[in-house]
């Protein structure tokens, strides 16, 4: 039998863009480099997930949606109750030298958290946290991450997503065991993500990305009740308002998600991914169909012109 691998036995790491090696990281009030960026053992991210984040993608000289994502950074913030919080100008400035410091200019994603910062002793109560808020800007050179023309395979996860009477997911948290225990299932099972169904049975999201479906024409996807409020879900309501394309939010059984002409997935990371199989279920004829290849076009095109503009 194999043995347990040791300390010294571990295969080296293979990052899945080489680029990425010598960036520069945003942590606190400066810039550091790969290997010496880190939080202290008594930040609240440590210490119990005590975070908010956002993904922020850049096009073409320009931070997609920036403004967007950072009222809804603000909003968690304060629904957690946060103090010492950056402004959104020492945010953006913060973002703009990161992304000047790796030359990133386009084909990059940001993971922008901010955390309540650090304790002076380890526990659970705010009051421990004197220090103000610790803010980490972390670029990386990052295509989507999904096969946005072959389509990805979910599975349904027996993990539940959260409801607003445990912790409500229109606060964008780092405590996301919820979702990675969900992600663990979609990995043992050969897949590439995992649908969660809320309290009720209802579909809500995948572990990391909204979700659509298409029925005779129309786009449907599950109430704001148990998944994430994304940016990109709500970029493309507005599209589909624009262009009279009908799209309804209601509760989705997984059974109607089974029989769907068309489903796809929406996300800062992945963008518009199509989705080809559930649960052993061929969706559609098992490629990207119209409805989805048309949004993914319309999406695009909103990414080529508009965001906020690189001040470098």
């Given at each position: 039998m194999p043995s347990t691998p040791t300390?010294?036995?571990?295969?080296?790491a293979v990052l899945p863009d080489p680029r990425n090696h010598d960036i520069?990281?945003?942590?606190?009030?400066?810039?550091?480099?790969?290997?010496?960026?880190?939080?202290?053992?008594?930040?609240?991210?440590?210490?119990?997930?005590d975070a908010v984040w956002e993904g922020l993608r850049i096009y073409n000289?320009?931070?997609?949606?920036?403004?967007?994502?950072?009222?809804?950074?603000?909003?968690?913030?304060?629904?957690?109750?946060?103090?010492?919080?950056?402004?959104?100008?020492?945010?953006?400035?913060?973002?703009?030298?990161?992304?000047?410091?790796?030359?990133?200019?386009?084909?990059?994603?940001?993971r922008l958290t901010l955390t309540r910062g650090k304790k002076v002793t380890s526990g659970m109560s705010p009051t421990n946290n004197q220090y103000g808020c610790t803010l980490i800007v972390l670029a990386e050179w990052k295509l989507p991450v999904y096969d946005n023309e072959a389509g990805i395979r979910l599975i349904t996860s027996v993990i539940r997503r959260n409801s607003p009477a445990f912790l409500d997911s229109k606060i964008h948290h780092n405590n996301l065991l919820n979702n990675i225990l969900a992600k663990i299932q979609s990995n043992l099972a050969g897949c590439d993500d995992a649908l969660m169904l809320d309290d009720n049975g209802f579909v809500a999201e995948t572990n990391a990305t909204n979700v659509f479906m298409v029925k005779g024409g129309t786009l449907i996807t599950p109430t704001g009740d148990a998944c994430l409020p994304g940016i990109t879900r709500k970029l493309v309501i507005e599209i589909c308002e624009a262009h009279d394309i009908p799209c309804i939010e209601r509760n989705v059984s997984l059974v109607e998600f089974h029989t769907a002409d068309e489903c796809f997935t929406t996300g800062t990371m992945g963008e518009l991914s199509p989705v080809t199989e559930i649960d052993g279920r061929t969706i559609g004829d098992g490629s990207v169909g119209p409805m989805t290849h048309r949004l993914q076009g319309l999406y695009h095109a909103k990414t080529a012109l508009e965001g906020e503009p690189l001040q470098f």
């Open positions: 300390d010294h036995e571990i295969p080296a520069q990281t945003w942590v606190g009030d400066r810039l550091w480099p790969r290997d010496e960026a880190r939080v202290s053992v008594f930040d609240s991210v440590v210490q119990g997930g000289g320009r931070i997609f949606a920036l403004d967007h994502h950072l009222d809804r950074m603000m909003a968690s913030a304060k629904a957690l109750a946060f103090e010492n919080i950056p402004t959104r100008e020492t945010i953006k400035q913060a973002i703009f030298k990161t992304l000047e410091a790796n030359g990133m200019r386009d084909e990059s994603h940001i």
